[in-house]
Nanobody, 115 residues
């Protein structure tokens, strides 16, 4: 499984970005798809995950502002980020966990929220 993330950049507070993660492989072998982020000097943290055929979960800090979605026809997972805050600044990573429990990571895309 290979993942390619894109869509990061510099945005002003209150702005929006949409991250995309294109993946290879069959979705039938996937259990969870999601996004994590890591700010400088901090540990990587969960942002949003979607369980295939199940629920979607968000970090409390992004609830109501971020939305995860996927397009199986395009083999892509999205993270729509609205009302961005400076504390959302981080490198964002897409993640897929297979049904066998193996984690796959994309290369990361930088999101900087600053005026």
């Amino acid at each position: 499984v290979q993942l390619q993330a894109s869509g990061g950049g510099l945005v002003q507070p209150g702005g929006s970005l949409r991250l995309s993660c294109t993946y290879s492989g069959s979705i039938f072998s996937f259990r969870v798809m999601g996004w994590y982020r890591q700010a400088p000097g901090k540990q990587r943290e969960l942002v949003a995950v979607t369980i295939i055929g199940g629920s979607t979960n968000y970090a409390d800090s992004v609830k109501g502002r971020f939305a995860i979605s996927r397009d199986s026809a395009k083999n892509t997972v999205y993270l729509q980020m609205n009302s961005l805050k400076p504390e959302d600044t981080a490198v964002y990573y897409c993640n897929i966990r297979s049904v066998s429990g193996v984690n796959y990571w994309g290369q990361g895309t930088q999101v900087t929220v600053s005026s």
